[in-house]
């Protein structure tokens, strides 16, 4: 169609400029009141046609593509606004997910803090209640000993001066007076070394 109207106009504007060849002869045509009508006619027709292509054919074409862009662009527009929504809610969520695990790491800590602090401490209690019966026990050991020391020590001291009065003198003495010797020499001593 726009092929036969193009040739139409190619057809008439030739016929046209064959008249205005002609016209050119008796002075200006476009001056000349016999020509108006034609010129008219021609004007209305080219016009016509013109309007008719643009209005029909050419103009729907550009008002479609213009239409099919715009309806583009809003979807790439309305894309791109669930985009940046989809990725500030997932922000967010990141923001909150790290936000409990920091909750959750300090709680964890806290409790493991007062766990370690508990078992140290019952650690301790224990300790020191072991140490505070190894020192019961010393102590009763050294009492013991402080008690049986005096008896050990005299009757050492009494099998050794025998022994020792035995070898000077080459006869051997009555055990009790040796005894009774230590006994009165532990006596006086006795308080200075065991703290009678």
């Not at 400029?17 to 108006?36: D, R, T």
């Not at 190894?134 to 050794?160: F, G, H, M």
């Amino acid at each position: 169609m726009i092929k036969k109207i193009f040739f139409q106009l190619i057809f008439f504007n030739l016929f046209f400029i064959k008249e205005v060849f002609a016209a050119e002869s008796g002075g200006m045509p476009q001056l000349n009141p016999e020509f108006w009508i034609s010129q008219i006619f021609w004007l209305i027709l080219t016009f016509g046609i013109l309007y008719i292509v643009l209005s029909k054919i050419i103009l729907p074409k550009i008002s479609t593509n213009l239409e099919s862009r715009k309806s583009q662009i809003q979807e790439n527009i309305e894309a791109a606004e669930k985009q940046r929504e989809n990725s500030e809610s997932k922000l967010k969520e990141y923001n909150d997910i790290i936000l409990k695990s920091k909750l959750k790491a300090k709680d964890i800590f806290k409790d493991t803090r007062e766990k370690v602090l508990k078992d140290i401490n019952k650690k301790n209690e224990t300790l020191d209640k072991q140490i505070d019966e190894e020192i019961k026990k010393a102590e009763q050991e050294i009492q013991l000993l402080k008690k049986s020391a005096p008896d050990k020590i005299n009757k050492i001291a009494i099998e050794t001066s025998s022994e020792l009065i035995k070898k000077l003198i080459g006869t051997e003495v009555n055990n009790s007076s040796i005894s009774a010797i230590v006994d009165d020499l532990s006596k006086k001593n006795g308080d200075k070394y065991y703290g009678n």
